[in-house]
T-cell receptor, first 112, second 113 residues
Framework: GQSLEQPSEVTAVEGAIVQINCTYQ??????LSWYQQHDGGAPTFLSY????GLEETGRFSSFLSRSDSYGYLLLQELQMKDSASYFC?????????????FGSGTRLLVRP | GAGVSQSPSNKVTEKGKDVELRCDPI?????LYWYRQSLGQGLEFLIY????????KSGLPSDRFSAERTGGSVSTLTIQRTQQEDSAVYLC???????????FGPGTRLTVL
């Protein structure tokens, strides 16, 4: 089967850097995605790693290491508006290649 | 252009009643997904549509749940004889091609009393 593990909650200070980890157990997948969800809002796509390495999009970066079954989302220069839940997701490499499996999410609280 | 829209935004119903939830995907997006999210939890896959067909209904929790999509666009998720455990936010998402980048609607918050 497939499962993704994320810390349930992370707290950081405005202006700091925070890393949200995602470890997974899956036999094979196409890539690792990250989504952000503010309270009461819809999940929004942040980044996607098809290959190992670092992908950078402004203040956000995402990393994938297939050999370590591990990925992370890095948020730099934290702002109060970054307080939200962050979900990692994988698309298992199976016959049904359309389904995304989501982690349970990490709630990020940014303090002044 | 317009994003994914869902209606109603909130629905309060009594146990045993039927409810219909609607999703309007982004125009041109061929794939449509329904998810369920309980408070503080992750997203639970329910069903996927490619065009009007649903190749995989295995995520539907019980036979009280059904969904259809017409004209390759609007989708309706129906829950019959609602139970209190059905209370959750129901999210719809659509994608143009690659399934890893999904565009979500604002969700319908369902409360079963």
């Amino acid at each position: 089967g497939q499962s993704l593990e994320q810390p349930s909650e992370v707290t950081a200070v405005e202006g700091a850097i925070v890393q949200i980890n995602c470890t997974y157990q899956t036999s094979g997948f196409y890539g690792l995605s990250w989504y952000q969800q503010h309270d009461g809002g819809a999940p929004t796509f942040l980044s996607y790693n098809a290959l190992d390495g670092l992908e950078e999009t402004g203040r956000f970066s995402s990393f994938l290491s297939r050999s370590d079954s591990y990925g992370y989302l890095l948020l730099q220069e934290l702002q109060m508006k970054d307080s939200a839940s962050y979900f990692c997701a994988v698309r298992p490499r199976m016959d049904s290649s359309y389904k995304l499996i989501f982690g349970s999410g990490t709630r990020l609280l940014v303090r002044p | 252009g317009a994003g994914v829209s869902q209606s109603p935004s909130n629905k309060v119903t009594e146990k045993g009643k039927d409810v219909e939830l609607r999703c309007d995907p982004i125009s041109g997006h061929t794939a449509l997904y329904w998810y369920r999210q309980s408070l503080g939890q992750g997203l639970e896959f329910l069903i996927y549509f490619q065009g009007n067909s649903a190749p995989d209904k295995s995520g539907l929790p019980s036979d009280r749940f059904s969904a259809e999509r017409t004209g390759g666009s609007v989708s309706t998720l129906t829950i019959q004889r609602t139970q209190q455990e059905d209370s959750a936010v129901y999210l719809c998402a659509s994608t143009p091609s690659r399934p890893d980048t999904q565009y979500f609607g604002p969700g319908t918050r369902l409360t079963v009393l």
